[in-house]
């Protein structure tokens, strides 16, 4: 835990108003530290987990978390805001506010460590002294938590009062209350009292599996303790899957579902009385489902869960139903809001086949000549001792990755409006746009199309003993008809040949028109730094290598020049003129020579976020005479990232780097220039900011850190 939260990332002064806000100022922390690659395509995640279910919690606790491939190591921030921040919680704003971030393939050990997090929430003292922390320091050691060498385990609760482990490492709180963890298997509880003890099992799950898992869990727990209940838990999140050992199932006299995924194996629980909620249920009341289920079995409704394919939510308790997952974003966003989040998902998952497939194909150029397109399958004829045959086979592996933009797309644009039922019709609609040669744009509306018409079928009403098959059958089915017969016969066509009148522009550009281009891309990869009108240009640019041309090399060149200028300038800046910075500044400047040279716009956020009237105009106008030289000196790029380390794929590489070079050094100079006219008119508290090197201005220093009004 110790690598996963430092006082970097904490924030004990958390200014933010709404929750995008928050999250954005905490994941700004997570980039800066190089947490995070990409900041948009992570907030796109977090949003589209977010649209699910609300992340806020009883007793002020927000906890937005998801699992990104944006995120390269796991990692927790957290701030404290004064005012409080809406996260959906039924008592009000929260004011401490946690942002998890895991790989997309986080390890089991990991994700245990988070779910540890989320039980130690539930304690009143943890949280409280949480809200009395002094510094960032202090609250960074309260959530790394004890590491002395006995320790149990990651998600051992060593440290909480009454909490001890049985000899498999399953979870005891009290006698025959117990939790199964990830690789045990939780045996039947104390038979002492087998005869006046009322049992249930229950099984808790949320969609990302981090946090609300563990916490449904540990609030059922506590409640069966103070009903003198014994209550067996299994926890269905991503940090593990372990079944509850039949004979606890076959003792129990009551089940509890405190899920917004399906159960897995829920045929194991039928024949039992069942009460069946959505997971924030099990966090907020669990005591009411304890006597509800009681009620239940007094009473003998046998009711256990249905069975069969498609069941996502068991019949359970009378007055119970399904917890679909709502993917149509949150209650008062405008459309336009709704519209960019689900964009933006659809972007951040095609990006790494972006980055996949088009560094292959690079490669395959860069080894075996512009020619090795025409070389025949590697199927059919490769010598392993050939370097064509192997450029060949680089080749054709990054160009399958490419075949899977539009769909992913156009499936994950659906993904996000309508959660998982959308990635079908998205899938099938994006592969359409494929087939008709429709490009971005193509994919683009085929994902829109599919998630607006899962969305339609979801309202429909059904009969009761439908709605088994509606997911796995009759959703898939009417919306990929409607795609399939909108796509090839209705919008298809129309975007198509709108995409090859912009392909064959591109193939034309050249001179002034060209040059024009470059300033419009470099001013638009500099505006907001990662942010969605860069991923525009961005998406714009990789559009143009599904089916590369002249043009479109250009435009993937001149899209990545520009957008290498906002960090390198920076860090050019806080090396050339560091007493203009704070020293927080000048460490971030170190860090971002590197991210600007990987072309990691969002290495410049920092600076921008405490400087914004200075630090943007300035990265704008570098980018554009950097996307301007690029298109004038004509350089190409195939390859979608990469940053310096691709100079040898690049057309025309010294010519680029002269063209990086500049726009780079004209940022500098307007951020230095703009710096040094604020100083003049500001000296004091200037000078207290170089002064924080050494300590000296104290408490005028720690304010100097304070962005001014703007």
């Not at 008062?332 to 689900?342: D, P, Q, S, V």
């Not at 604020?678 to 000078?687: A, I, L, M, N, S």
């Amino acid at each position: 835990m110790s690598e996963m939260i430092t006082a970097d990332l904490v924030d004990l002064d958390l200014a933010a108003e709404t929750k995008k806000a928050a999250v954005r100022s905490l994941a700004e922390r997570m980039v800066t530290l190089g947490r995070v690659s990409d900041l948009d395509g992570f907030l796109a995640d977090v949003a589209a987990r977010e649209a699910r279910m609300p992340t806020g919690l009883d007793g002020g606790i927000g906890i937005p978390h998801c699992r990104s491939a944006h995120v390269t190591e796991a990692t927790l921030a957290f701030g404290r805001s004064a005012r409080g921040v809406d996260f959906g919680a039924p008592d009000g704003p929260a004011d401490l506010i946690f942002l998890i971030a895991a790989p997309a393939g986080a390890d089991d050990t990991h994700l245990t460590i988070l779910s540890a997090l989320a039980r130690r929430l539930m304690d009143e003292d943890f949280t409280t002294a949480l809200r009395t922390a002094a510094d960032a320091t202090a609250v960074a050691a309260l959530l790394q938590g004890p590491a002395e060498p006995g320790d149990a385990g990651p998600d051992a609760p060593a440290d909480e009062p009454g909490v001890r482990a049985d000899e498999r490492g399953a979870r005891v709180d009290e006698p025959g209350v117990q939790v199964a963890e990830p690789g045990t298997t939780a045996t039947e509880p104390d038979t002492t009292a087998a005869d006046r003890v009322f049992r249930i099992v229950a099984v808790t799950s949320c969609p990302t599996g981090i946090a609300h898992t563990y916490m449904a869990a540990e609030a059922l727990e506590k409640a069966g303790q103070h009903a003198g209940v014994e209550v067996v838990v299994e926890p269905q999140g991503s940090a593990g899957f372990s079944r509850l050992d039949p004979a606890v199932i076959a003792a129990a006299d009551g089940v509890i579902f405190a899920h917004d995924v399906p159960v897995r194996e829920k045929e194991r629980f039928a024949g039992k009385p069942t009460v069946d909620v959505g997971v924030k249920a099990g966090i907020n009341r669990p005591a009411e489902l304890i006597a509800e289920v009681r009620a239940k079995a007094e009473r003998g409704e046998l009711t256990g869960p249905v069975t069969g394919a498609g069941s996502d939510s068991g019949s359970g308790a009378a007055g119970s139903h399904p917890t679909p997952l709502d993917g149509t974003g949150e209650p008062g966003e405008g459309y336009a809001t709704k519209l960019r989040t689900w964009l933006m998902s659809g972007v951040s998952y095609m990006v790494p086949f972006v980055a996949a497939g088009g560094l292959l194909i690079a490669l395959g150029f860069a080894i075996g000549g512009y020619t090795v397109d025409k070389a025949p399958s590697v199927a059919e004829h490769f010598v392993w001792t050939d370097h064509t045959s192997w450029a060949a086979l680089l080749f054709q592996v990054g160009g399958l990755a490419f075949t899977f933009l539009l769909p992913v797309l156009a499936g994950y644009i659906a993904y996000g409006m309508a959660d998982r039922p959308g990635l079908v019709p998205g899938f099938v609609g994006g592969s359409i746009a494929l087939t008709i040669n429709a490009g971005f744009l193509g994919g683009l509306a085929a994902g829109l199309i599919a998630g607006g018409t899962v969305m339609a079928v979801q309202r429909i009403r059904v009969p009761a003993p439908l709605r088994g098959i509606m997911p796995v059958v009759v959703i898939p089915l009417l919306s990929s008809a409607v795609v399939g017969l909108l796509m090839f016969l209705v919008v298809g066509k129309p975007i198509a040949s709108l995409q090859k009148a912009l392909t064959d522009w591109l193939s034309g550009l050249s001179g002034t028109n060209a040059i024009i281009l470059g300033v419009v891309l470099g001013l638009m990869m500099c505006f907001d730094l990662g942010g969605p009108l860069n991923k525009v240009a961005y998406a714009f640019a990789v559009g143009g290598l599904a089916n590369p041309n002249e043009g479109s090399l250009k435009v993937m060149a001149a899209v990545m020049a520009a957008g290498m200028v906002p960090p390198l300038a920076m860090a050019l800046t806080t090396t050339v003129r560091g007493k203009l910075f704070t020293r927080t500044e000048r460490e971030n400047g170190k860090a971002a020579w590197v991210l600007g040279a990987s072309f990691i716009t969002e290495g410049a956020i920092p600076f921008a976020a405490a400087d914004p009237l200075r630090v943007i105009p300035s990265a704008m106008v570098g980018g554009a005479v950097t996307g301007g030289l690029s298109m004038l000196f004509e350089c190409t790029l195939r390859a979608p990232h990469g940053g310096i380390f691709v100079i040898l794929l690049i057309g025309n590489p010294v010519l680029y780097l002269i063209a990086v070079a500049a726009g780079t050094a004209v940022s500098t100079g307007l951020v230095v220039l703009l710096k040094a006219a604020r100083k003049t008119g500001r000296p004091d508290q200037d000078e207290d900011a170089t002064r924080t090197e050494d300590g000296a201005a104290g408490g005028a220093g720690a304010a100097a850190k304070v962005p001014e009004p703007v």
